[in-house]
């Protein structure tokens, strides 16, 4: 996974029950501001999540609880999406 992807994670995208992520937008650095957007070549993919992750990550969220984060979309700046992360 590429960096912004990771920050770009929400709770809905991992499916622990699977062993999956699904990628579906990334955090970018645009004109000094941080946005939300497509990731790489605009297209989401699943990619594996390994248990010793898995299991790491699920102590992550229990230690730290999901909030939700607003940041602009690149494409439509009026449009915001706040997916519930991991903090």
């Known amino acids: ?9 929400a709770v ?3 499916d622990f029950d699977a062993g ?15 946005v939300l ?6 297209r989401d993919r699943r990619v594996p999540l390994p248990a010793s992750v ?3 990550l ?4 229990k230690d730290h609880p999901p909030l939700t ?3 602009r979309g690149k494409t439509r700046p ?3 999406r706040s997916p519930r992360t991991s903090s």
């Open 78 to 80: 009026a449009q915001s």
């Open 37 to 42: 957007g497509l990731p790489k070549n605009n």
């Open 58 to 61: 699920r102590q992550h969220m």
């Open 54 to 56: 898995a299991d790491v």
């Open 69 to 71: 984060v607003t940041l």
């Open 20 to 34: 999956r992520l699904h990628i579906q937008r990334q955090v970018k650095l645009v004109r000094h501001r941080l």
């Open 1 to 9: 996974m590429r960096q912004g992807e990771v920050f770009g994670l």
């Open 12 to 14: 809905d995208d991992v």
